[in-house]
């Protein structure tokens, strides 16, 4: 059959090495492991799992009727703050993120200790919540919608930092590498080569990042950071729960209006 | 020299970009008003930034116990959340799929992702704490429920976006249903399922470190009661501590799509 | 009258004597020890084409990109206007760069953007970042960058977008670009690798007579030896980092060519 001279070849067909078996063999059930570990050692008490219909039962009940005649009076205004929030606190992020990106993306910067820097202070940006972040400057500047802003703002920047430098690091070396040649100046070569190249990018991570916020920027309140949380903190603590529908709806309502938003402009410009 | 017409354009000016940037401005200095920040504000804001600062320097550890179990807690609630979230989503964003389901089927399910998406986890914990008490559970289900939401949404758009003329090609060669999956569905999605799964773990793990803060579980209540008692180097230890623990979950991320070839 | 007349003679006779550029002892190793430039010497004069011809890998595009310093020699002078480029600055860098034009073989626009405003870039190195984000160029450069678009032959072309045109519009698009930054030099790395053969014809004849036209040399990098010899004045053979051929393209033969390529079977 096989002719002389020709070692006989493994035939058998693997989908995967030994050794790769092993690793996904080795991620599962440490997965499974965990999963199972945290099952048992996680602090359930029974009877509040039991309990668990009824007290849903009785919120939904008092949360009916809705107070629809508290929204002109004690939603509108602070939901529009919290819009407000969002929008400035986005526009903040991006301006602070795209130093910071251009410094992390590998093909931009060459400087591997600069590289490491910017991403270390991308990760910590979004590690710390938009709450913690919020407790932060209402502790530094005092309760109210600037708090909110600027928490928004620092924790935004981690995630379009890390999204725009993955878009740096996408472009077209070439197309710089001519830019380069024709002598000009630093600057010109990030806003006629760099730009252009990662604008739809751009876009759609301010857009992405802009919905998020307006979610992030309504429980802001909670801590005192302005918004609509606010009125949602108070409508919490003095058990009005047919407020606390009604700013629930008026959230819902911006969340999905945000959203239809972001969808119609994306099409429109990517 | 010139072809006759010395109003040629080098290039053609988008009106409706700029108006449209003009109105934007406007828009931010109006939103920006309401901010009431005057300079004075901002002065007495750097003293008090510094102040802060300096009672959040040196981070004060001795409480590492407490910070421990909190820290613990807060692992769990992920690992358990997002657990719970993919295998509730995994179906879900099947029934979901339009390219794969019937419309009485995609708009519930659909219906389910959206409402799951819209509230923030914070919120969602406040709802949960009043049903089902203070602690952990309240954490759990508050995540699994943002999880499904957003985990479903990109599963759906990933199945959404599969070759269909693989499945067709498989389901022509007789395969039962299940099959069809396994062969021309799942290889399709399963490396972007893995990105969106790590990214959905590393999510649940920065949420479930301040849902404390209403009462889920979690580091978040230390942190929120340190705040309160102006215990400053007790927080700037518990902040330290979560950076470090996302970055670590980010390089066994980066591990992970590794060795599944993401 | 006289006097200044001779001046003016004798500055143009020394113009013409001194070379555009001077390369002199170019060495570069990207892996220290193995050199894949070897000591390369050469004068090119301010008028023509030159050609360099030789396999892949014996570095005829990084010697290219040596002379602009797209990659940084390791050691040698080259030597452009008066200053030996590989001692300048950033600063001086891009001045000296301004005055030198570069095509490529992957043309190198930006995608994005249009045709005129891809052109228009090869002003950047002479505006402010400002006034190029803007788009305020001088007028005389926007009358000059419609003048090279009709030359090239893309006039109706001009607020197209760059990546809406076919490889061989797209490298007029880029020697436009390179002419309007009014070089004493022009570089070509490959400038035809990627087109067809009309089109290869096409974009030479282009570079030969805008090089004419303006009066700046020409130094393309080629492998298609055909080419080489119908629009080149002269022709540079390289071989394993060095230059082993130096004449006009009547000069080369197939005993050359062997000796540039190794192998006969290519040859007919």
């Excluded at chain 1, 035939?11 to 048992?40: G, Q």
């Excluded at chain 1, 600037?146 to 996408?170: M, N, P, R, V, Y």
């Excluded at chain 2, 407490?66 to 358990?80: D, F, R, T, W, Y």
């Excluded at chain 3, 070509?188 to 303006?214: G, N, R, Y």
Aim: aromatic residues 10%; proline residues 5%; hydrophobic residues 55%.
């Amino acid at each position: 059959m096989s002719a002389p001279g020709i070692a006989a070849i493994d035939r058998e067909w693997r989908r995967f090495t030994p050794a790769e078996r092993f690793a996904r063999f080795a991620v599962y059930f440490a997965v499974v492991a965990a999963i199972v570990v945290s099952l048992e050692t996680v602090e359930v008490i029974p009877e509040f799992v039991y309990d668990a219909p009824a007290q849903i039962g009785d919120m939904l009940r008092r949360m009916w009727p809705v107070a629809w005649g508290f929204y002109p009076e004690g939603v509108q205004a602070p939901l529009l703050e919290s819009l407000h929030i969002a929008t400035l606190g986005t526009v903040l992020a991006v301006v602070m993120a795209v130093p910071v990106a251009f410094l992390a993306a590998r093909n931009v910067t060459p400087h591997a200790g600069l590289n490491y820097l910017a991403k270390l202070v991308l990760v910590s940006a979004r590690s710390v919540n938009t709450l913690i972040w919020a407790l932060f400057f209402v502790a530094v500047f005092g309760p109210g919608a600037l708090a909110g802003t600027l928490a928004i703002a620092f924790h935004s920047i981690g995630f379009t930092g890390k999204l725009l430098s993955e878009a740096l690091e996408e472009t077209n070396r070439g197309t710089i590498e001519a830019l380069h040649a024709t002598g000009a100046p630093w600057l010109s070569v990030a806003l006629q080569g760099y730009w252009p190249q990662v604008k739809p990018a751009f876009w759609s991570i301010v857009l992405f990042r802009w919905d998020i916020n307006v979610r992030e920027s309504a429980v802001l309140g909670l801590v005192g950071a302005g918004g609509v949380g606010m009125a949602l903190d108070t409508a919490l603590n003095l058990f009005q729960w047919d407020r606390v529908a009604m700013i629930l709806l008026a959230i819902f309502a911006v969340v999905i209006i945000a959203e239809i938003a972001v969808t119609a402009i994306r099409q429109r410009i990517i | 020299m010139t072809s006759g017409d010395p109003h040629r354009r080098a290039v053609l000016p988008n009106w409706w970009a700029r108006a449209g940037w003009v109105l934007f401005a406007v828009y931010l200095g109006y939103a920006a008003s309401h901010l009431e920040f005057t300079p004075a504000r901002f002065a007495v804001g750097l003293e008090h930034g510094a102040k802060f600062l300096s009672r959040l320097f040196p981070p004060d550890f001795h409480r590492w116990e407490l910070l421990l179990k909190g820290m613990l807690e807060s692992l769990q609630i992920a690992v358990v959340a997002s657990a719970l979230g993919v295998a509730l989503s995994l179906p879900l964003s099947l029934m979901a799929a339009r390219n794969l389901m019937p419309p009485w089927l995609t708009w519930p399910a659909r219906l389910v992702m959206v409402l799951c998406r819209s509230f923030h986890p914070v919120i969602v914990a406040i709802l949960f704490v009043k049903a089902v008490g203070f602690g952990a559970l309240a954490g759990i289900l508050a995540l699994t429920v943002a999880s499904v939401g957003f985990l479903g949404k990109l599963f759906t758009e990933a199945i959404e976006e599969i070759s269909l003329k693989q499945v067709e090609a498989i389901r022509a060669s007789g395969a039962p249903f299940l099959s069809v999956v396994s062969f021309a569905v799942i290889p399709q999605v399963f490396s972007r399922f893995v990105g969106f799964i790590a990214y959905e773990t590393d999510a649940n793990l920065r949420n479930s470190t301040m849902i404390g803060i209403v009462g889920a579980g979690g580091i978040g209540g230390t942190l929120f009661a340190a705040f309160q008692r102006f215990d400053f180097d007790f927080v700037c230890a518990i902040v330290l501590t979560i950076i470090a623990l996302i970055m670590a979950g980010e390089v066994l991320t980066v591990r992970i799509k590794q060795i599944f070839k993401v | 009258m006289t006097a200044e007349l001779a001046t003016a003679t004798a500055a143009s006779a020394h113009a013409a004597a001194v070379p555009a550029l001077s390369v002199r002892n170019l060495v570069k190793e990207y892996v220290a020890g193995r050199a894949v430039l070897r000591g390369i010497s050469l004068e090119f004069p301010t008028r023509g084409v030159t050609a360099v011809i030789g396999p892949s890998g014996t570095g005829k595009s990084t010697l290219i990109r040596c002379i602009n310093r797209l990659v940084e020699p390791t050691s040698g002078e080259i030597v452009f206007e008066g200053r030996d480029l590989t001692r300048l600055g950033k600063q001086g860098l891009r001045e000296a760069r301004r005055r030198i034009g570069m095509v490529f073989q992957e043309y190198n626009l930006v995608e994005r953007l249009t045709v005129m405003e891809n052109v228009l870039s090869g002003r950047l190195g002479y505006v402010t970042p400002l006034k190029a984000w803007l788009r305020r160029f001088p007028e005389r450069d926007v009358d000059r960058a419609f003048e090279l678009l009709e030359i090239v032959g893309l006039s109706a072309f001009a607020h197209a977008r760059a990546d809406s045109l076919s490889g061989g519009q797209r490298q007029r698009v880029g020697i436009a670009r390179a002419v309007m930054q009014q070089p004493r030099l022009l570089l070509a790395d490959e400038p035809t690798s990627s087109l067809d053969p009309k089109t290869s014809v096409e974009i030479m004849a282009l570079m030969q007579a805008l090089s004419e036209m303006h009066a700046f040399p020409v130094i393309v990098n080629i492998h298609n030896v055909e080419l080489a010899r119908r629009f080149a004045d002269r022709i540079v053979g390289m071989t394993g980092g060095a230059v082993v051929f130096d004449g006009p393209p009547e000069a080369l033969d197939d005993a050359i060519l062997k000796s540039i390529y190794g192998g006969e079977d290519w040859l007919e």
